[in-house]
């Protein structure tokens, strides 16, 4: 492979450094206009849905909740990237590897950068089933794993196995961030957030990379270098 991928980055680091302002300024600019809303409990709307949830909440969906809550989390997440970042390794599809660990990892900090520039507070007077530290916009949870999911469905979109894996992709980050609601441990408005974001950064760092380094365009399974590369 001719172009590095460390050097790649190097190259495109503005383009980048656009795109993570890019995706953070729109939800700086909403979070500025429902400041108020933010530390006043939220859109009534998000309210209503936590309420919604906490009436039909059962020992069997809580329980899928928690796992959920694991799995998408600081312990789990890390463990389900790396699987597929090894598999995508062994399969020789190095670019599409490095490309899901810069989407979740970027994510992952796009997240931590906005949670310190709003510090809305998590939900109250719900009923939340765990406590979680820090700030409530955007969901960490949401963001990650859409970003994690995302990112699949475009790594395997030329794949035989696209479609399955673009449903299985998808229906991970929306459990994971609902999965968050039912906890009452984040707003409605802060999973949607998150899905956004994290929508809008895979997206672009795809566009990004995907210019000078066309491989990403191939399927994995195809994606092993030929000589000379």
């Known amino acids: 492979m001719r ?5 790649l980055l190097a190259r495109h680091w503005r383009q980048l450094a656009l795109l993570f302002v890019g995706v953070l300024l729109p939800l700086w600019l909403f979070a500025d206009l429902v400041d108020d809303l933010f530390r006043e409990g939220g859109f009534a709307w998000d309210r209503t849905v936590l ?23 600081v312990w789990g997440l890390p463990v ?13 599809a190095r670019a599409q590897a490095f490309f899901l660990i810069y ?22 007077g719900l009923g939340a089933l765990v406590q979680e530290p820090g700030f409530s916009f955007p969901s960490g949870h949401a963001m990650s794993n859409m970003a994690f999911g995302f990112a699949l469905v475009l790594i395997f979109r030329y794949s035989r196995v696209a479609w399955p894996l673009a449903v299985l992709g998808g229906l991970w980050g929306v459990a994971v961030g609902a999965s968050r609601n039912y906890l009452g441990v984040h707003y ?31 399927a994995p399974e195809e994606s092993a270098p030929a000589r000379g590369e």
């Open 51 to 73: 309420a919604w949830y906490a009436a039909r909440r059962t020992p069997a969906l809580t329980g899928v909740a928690y796992a959920l809550a694991w799995l998408g989390g």
């Open 3 to 7: 172009q590095r991928l460390p050097a």
């Open 103 to 124: 989407a979740v990892a970027g994510a992952v900090a796009l997240n931590g950068l906005a949670k310190g520039l709003f510090q809305r507070p998590r939900p109250t």
């Open 80 to 92: 389900l990237v790396a699987v597929v970042f090894g598999f995508l390794l062994r399969a020789g």
């Open 188 to 218: 409605p408005s802060d999973v949607i957030a998150g899905f956004a974001a994290s929508v809008a950064w895979v997206t672009g760092l795809y566009l990004i990379l995907v210019r000078r380094w066309p491989v990403l365009r191939r």
